[in-house]
């Protein structure tokens, strides 16, 4: 079983909202990742998590807080967003976020920010 | 500054004959290659990936290549199916001194395979 899952599917809210993505894994993976697709665009990495601590944290802003309660989940918590936050988010796992791992991806999270 | 470049954005291709997916990448620390697939509305599935000690793997229908002195890798797939009509990236991941580097994927932009029946 390769499966990561996201909710919500989709989401609006405006910019002055509080709002959660979620993302779970029960692969026994210890890194997790958020990412952000624009249309047309690569999936580019905005953090990600090993053993439940925060490795990388891409010069993201602080309107994203990412969040690792524990091995199989990640949340990613959103407030203040502006409408160019509109984008794809996607969770990805991998076994301990070594180099040669294989990141594996939800089917993501369509946000549209109001 | 775009480390990982596909440089064709879409790629038509008759169905039972090969489908060549280009990649080039800029960075020399780039140590690990892999291949997805995107289907719309869904998540990149991975397909297969090499290490940069060497310059070839297989998988089914599906081969990658790696030219390391020319910064260049391909996928080929053969044949090509209607089903592999999908976006296919292309990711590289650096590893630092320790051997680690936390998975931090690059992607290419992306090309657009249709495979005709």
């Known amino acids: 079983d390769t499966e990561v899952t996201q909710t919500p599917k989709h989401l609006v809210m405006g910019m002055t909202n509080k709002k959660s993505l979620k993302c779970e894994q029960h692969?026994?993976?210890?890194?997790m990742y958020w990412y952000k697709q624009k249309a047309k665009k690569p999936p580019e990495l905005m953090f990600v998590?090993?053993?439940?601590?925060?490795?990388i944290n891409e010069s993201v802003p602080s309107r994203f807080s990412p969040e690792c309660p524990n091995s199989s989940l990640l949340n990613l918590h959103l407030h203040a967003l502006q409408p160019e936050d509109s984008a794809l988010y996607l969770c990805?796992?991998?076994?301990?976020?070594?180099?040669?791992?294989?990141?594996?991806f939800g089917p993501g999270t369509r946000l549209t920010v109001l | 500054d775009q480390q990982v470049k596909q440089n064709s954005p879409s790629l038509s291709v008759q169905e039972g004959r090969i489908s060549i997916l280009n990649c080039d990448y800029t960075n020399s620390m780039f140590d690990y290659f892999l291949w997805y697939k995107k289907y719309p509305a869904e998540g990149p599935t991975f397909l297969i990936s090499?290490?940069?000690?060497?310059d070839k793997n297989e998988d089914g229908r599906f081969t990658v290549f790696l030219n390391k002195s020319a910064k260049h890798l391909s996928l080929h797939i053969v044949p090509s199916q209607p089903g592999d009509s999908a976006v296919y990236f292309c990711a590289a991941i650096p590893a630092n001194a320790g051997g680690t580097s936390y998975g931090k994927l690059t992607f290419g932009q992306g090309t657009i395979l249709t495979v005709h029946p």
């Open positions: 990805a796992s991998s076994q301990v976020g070594l180099a040669w791992d294989t990141q594996y």
């Open positions: 090499i290490s940069s000690i060497k």
């Open positions: 692969m026994g993976h210890r890194a």
């Open positions: 998590y090993s053993y439940e601590k925060l490795s």
